[in-house]
């Protein structure tokens, strides 16, 4: 009887810990893909200007990011856009770890090839 609870009680933690994994990744994808169409579809925005619509559209996604996250630059037709923060993510219950996400996307600047 007591082997089994001991069984649930790990099942349970396993669980818990991926649930609030997977909150934390979903959110993070759906910003990676964010960012590639934003930067891909720049136009003749600068380098700042898209850094300030990337941080805005980490908040639409719940993605805690910072203008000093986000680092972009441009090379020739190519636009890079840098992401690393870092996200609580409560593994347990009481036990929070402070997880590291990060990320590159180089896309080709669309309107360059006009």
């Known amino acids: 009887m007591i082997r089994t609870l001991l069984k649930l009680a790990i099942v349970a933690l396993v669980a818990n810990a991926l649930w609030h994994l997977f909150g934390a990744y979903s959110p993070n994808y759906k910003f990676q893909d964010g960012v590639q169409y934003s930067a891909q579809n720049r136009g003749q925005m600068s380098d700042e200007a898209l850094r300030d619509k990337l941080v ?39 036990f929070t770890y402070p997880w590291k996400f990060s990320f590159r996307v180089d896309v080709l600047n669309l309107s360059a090839l006009k």
Request: glycine share 6%.
């Open 56 to 94: 805005e559209l980490a908040g639409q996604f719940d993605v805690p990011v910072t203008a000093n996250d986000v680092v972009v630059t441009q090379q020739r037709n190519h636009t890079i856009v840098d992401v690393a923060y870092t996200r609580p993510i409560e593994l347990a219950p009481g």
